[in-house]
């Protein structure tokens, strides 16, 4: 029975040494901000030049944020366009397989795509390009294939025919 008692009085003296390390480091991190924001103040209203050694290296590293920022904005910036690139590629496409599905053509100048047998753009009154005829496409890859083929030579799929 006493090993118990001791047992339960180790797990309460570990619980309340647990909680008091949680709340320590909780006061430690309210400290470290207050220090941040003092050192600002004081950093604002004296300037760098009354901290030595530390002003410097806060100027070397406010430097660094600046050129990350700086990067990290052009980064996003750059991928904005490969994304409004990469959405436009994917819209044409989409348009291209109806064409090819429907058998309407795509005015060249416009982007419209325009009914079966339409000679003259619906949107901007162009005339149309003659398309060279295409070549058949394998039914499993998408694969073009020359006419009288019997496998798709991409993926040895069975052609029709």
């Known amino acids: 029975m ?30 470290n901000v207050l220090y941040a924001q003092i ?11 009354g901290f030595g050694t530390a002003g410097q290296q806060l100027s070397v590293v406010q430097g660094g944020i600046r050129r ?17 690139q990469e959405a436009e590629r994917r819209r044409q496409e989409a348009k291209q397989t109806r064409a090819a599905r429907t058998g309407g053509r795509i005015c060249t100048v416009c982007g419209n795509l325009n009914a079966k047998g339409s000679n003259f753009c619906q949107a ?4 149309l390009e003659v398309e060279p005829p295409q070549k058949p496409r394998c039914p499993a890859c998408g694969a073009e294939y020359t006419p009288g ?7 040895g799929h069975a052609l029709e025919g």
């Open 2 to 31: 006493a090993k118990n008692i001791t047992r339960a009085a180790g797990k309460q003296e570990k619980a309340i040494i647990a909680a008091a390390q949680e709340r320590l480091a909780d006061y430690r991190r309210q400290q």
């Open 68 to 84: 990350e920022q700086s990067a990290m904005e052009q980064a996003k910036a750059r991928l904005e366009e490969i994304e409004r």
């Open 39 to 49: 050192g600002k103040l004081a950093v604002e209203r004296d300037g760098m030049a």
């Open 149 to 155: 083929n019997r496998f798709c030579g991409a993926c």
């Open 124 to 127: 901007c009154g162009r005339k």
